[in-house]
């Protein structure tokens, strides 16, 4: 165990309270990640997530938005939110994961917790704070790591509890206190090609098409579409396709929406069309999936190309 400047720290340390399906859980999960275990797509949790960088460099992309990172960022994610971490080559990276899932199952305490997730609702919802602000904050993740180590009683549990909600509360108590402020990138294409994702998230149930897209951005079809290969991995027509199916998964998963209903609000023109899009990520039906309830990570389709400019929408 070692100071890591302000947060307790322990490689491949881990805190866990009851599992992913109870109404209150929490995972605590000391780590280190690299660039070679990067997620080659963004994913959704149906439980808060909170992420702490705690050396070296990381960038996370939110809904399609492209955000840097240095070390004591914090970064909230509320459920159903699309993201990932992008880890740089080079040395290994230490950062905190929290997962969690805490109930309010009455007016008073529903009041409360709203007040103490409320920074997780941000248009930006990284965190970065210094002095005594991020040392009052970090001091109960502290107390956390501490209380891990004893055994894992009813009491301890509840002391758990009760500092992480006090966290949560610091936070939200000092939210507009944080620095934090998106920086643009250095290679203008790059960041050209992060505003045509995060416009993608914002509009996956329009017409989209390359040509549309290119107007729209200022940029020639052909280099859009080079551009966009090489910052995203995807070929645009499967970064769109891949962000319809992953909205359809949260409807399918998480609400009673009939099929055809979740084809049409997801931007899919036709049933067998999301059919089709769905079995080819996804390996099975919605309605299959609907009932195994299980997101398998997606990755590009090789070799797909984009349609040409005048082509079909996507």
Do not use: W
Not at 100 to 113: G, I, K, N, Y
């Amino acid at each position: 165990m070692y100071l890591d400047d302000a947060l307790l720290y322990n490689q491949g340390y881990m805190i866990s309270i009851n599992d992913l399906d109870s109404p209150l859980f929490y995972l605590f999960d000391y780590d280190s990640r690299s660039f070679k275990i990067n997620m080659s797509f963004q994913h959704f949790h149906q439980f808060h997530e909170i992420h702490i960088l705690l050396s070296g460099r990381a960038s996370h992309l939110i809904e399609g938005d492209y955000y840097t990172l240095q070390p004591y960022d914090i970064v909230l994610l509320r459920p159903s939110m699309l993201h990932k971490t992008e880890y740089p080559s080079g040395g290994d990276c230490r950062r905190l994961i929290i997962n969690f899932r805490v109930p309010d199952d009455s007016p008073a305490l529903h009041e409360m917790l709203q007040s103490c997730l409320q920074p997780f609702g941000a248009e930006v919802p990284i965190y970065r704070f210094t002095g005594e602000t991020r040392a009052q904050a970090f001091s109960h993740l502290n107390n956390i790591f501490t209380l891990g180590k004893q055994p894992m009683t009813p009491l301890t549990q509840q002391f758990i509890h009760c500092h992480f909600l006090q966290f949560l509360a610091t936070v939200a108590q000092h939210a507009g206190e944080s620095s934090y402020e998106p920086q643009e990138l250095s290679d203008s294409i790059t960041q050209k090609v992060y505003a045509v994702t995060s416009y993608i998230h914002r509009h996956y149930a329009s017409e989209l098409s390359l040509e549309y897209l290119a107007e729209k951005f200022f940029i020639s079809p052909y280099y859009l579409s080079h551009q966009f290969r090489r910052v995203t991995g995807f070929s645009l027509i499967n970064y769109i396709q891949i962000t319809r199916v992953r909205n359809a998964q949260q409807l399918l998963l998480y609400t009673d929406m009939k099929i055809a209903d979740i084809t049409t609000s997801c931007g899919f023109t036709s049933f067998s069309q999301f059919n089709r899009v769905f079995n080819k990520f996804c390996h099975t039906s919605p309605s299959q999936f609907r009932v195994n309830g299980v997101v398998t990570p997606i990755t590009a389709i090789p070799f797909e190309k984009d349609p040409s400019p005048g082509s079909t929408k996507v």
